[in-house]
């Protein structure tokens, strides 16, 4: 059998969406490919590599394609939308936020990057302050679909008392209560605190010049 990187890359993101990352091996991919783990090599040199590749796959299904907003587009829109895409294509695949968490040196998260902190120095902020707004923007979006993809542990297991935990952290409970009234999801609760870190953000920064 002839490979070539594509099938590969294709065939290791099958494997993440059938048993997760753990789950993403040179030695089973190998075997779904029907070669020997040291044919891999030649496309793919180890883990790492690979682990790279399949987020590279995972980025370029929502980001086929990127362009700065028209002029007449608020930034604040504009940042709000493209970290939603970041976290549809991050849902899209069990897992997807470790693997672009362990990814090294994606192109596509770079030219993401590169996108949305030019698009912010045009809009007149400065370098560092659009770095700055960026990565909290990026890696907020990465930290909150990790948590939404971590394993739930079973919480009767371990002699859960929800009575005592409200006893004990009644904020806590009544602020999560409060939040979650009919209707409203964990899509809302993403949206809004992207929100909370983008209104600070333009905030310090004033109007931009």
Known sequence: MTLDRQQIVTEAVALLDAEGL?????R???????VQSPTLYWHVPNKAALV???????LEEQFPELSPPPAEEPWQDWLTGLAERLRRALLAHP???????????????????ELAMSTLVARGFPLRHARMIVLTVERFTVGYVLEEQAPRPDTGADGFDLAEFT????TVVAGI?????????????????????????????????
Do not use: N, W
């Open 95 to 113: 897992d997807g936020a470790r693997v672009i968490s362990a990814a090294q040196l994606s192109r596509k998260m770079a030219a993401i990057s």
């Open 28 to 34: 089973k991919l190998a075997a779904r490919l029907g």
């Open 177 to 209: 209560t409060d939040y979650f009234q009919p209707g409203r999801t964990v899509d809302d609760l993403f949206h809004d605190c992207l929100d909370v870190i983008i209104e600070g953000a333009a905030a310090k920064a004033g109007p931009p010049s």
């Open 167 to 170: 006893a004990a952290y009644p």
């Open 52 to 58: 790279t590749a399949i987020a590279e796959h995972i």
């Open 22 to 26: 753990d789950g993403v091996t040179t």
